[in-house]
């Protein structure tokens, strides 16, 4: 079993920035890849960012590029969503997730742990 657990999450407003951590503890690997997602009210889980199990790629979907970056510390079993130029729209639980594989995918299918979730909210 894996064990994820968000945090950073709060209220800011638009135009501003927040870091999200997820740390990672139980049996984990270094050999997968890690995720985050988020939810909106009413609307369904979509993919946000991923990074692979080296570090060296990551994957982003078209709404955060460029804005947010994903990175993760080996060392620390953390995973971090750096969130710049955040706009009304990015409001949702942001969840942190451990993929099945070594490289990260846009599906929720591909991902086989999750954390419980950290609350952003940005202001307008």
């Known amino acids: 079993q894996v064990q994820l657990v968000e945090s950073g999450g709060g209220l800011v407003q638009a135009g501003g920035s927040l870091r999200l951590s997820c740390t990672a503890s139980g049996r984990t690997s270094s050999n997968n890849a890690m995720g985050w997602f988020r939810q909106a009210p009413g609307k369904e889980r979509e993919f946000v960012a991923g990074?692979?199990?080296?570090?060296?790629?990551?994957l982003y979907a078209d709404s955060v590029k460029g804005r947010f970056t994903i990175s993760r510390e080996y060392a620390k079993s953390t995973v971090a969503l750096q969130m710049d130029s955040l706009k009304p729209e990015d409001t949702a639980v942001y969840y942190c997730?451990?993929?099945?594989?070594?490289?990260?995918?846009?599906?929720?299918?591909?991902?086989?742990?999750w954390g419980p979730g950290t609350q952003v909210t940005v202001s307008s």
């Open positions: 990074i692979s199990w080296r570090g060296d790629s990551a």
């Open positions: 997730a451990a993929g099945l594989g070594p490289y990260p995918g846009p599906l929720m299918s591909g991902y086989r742990y």
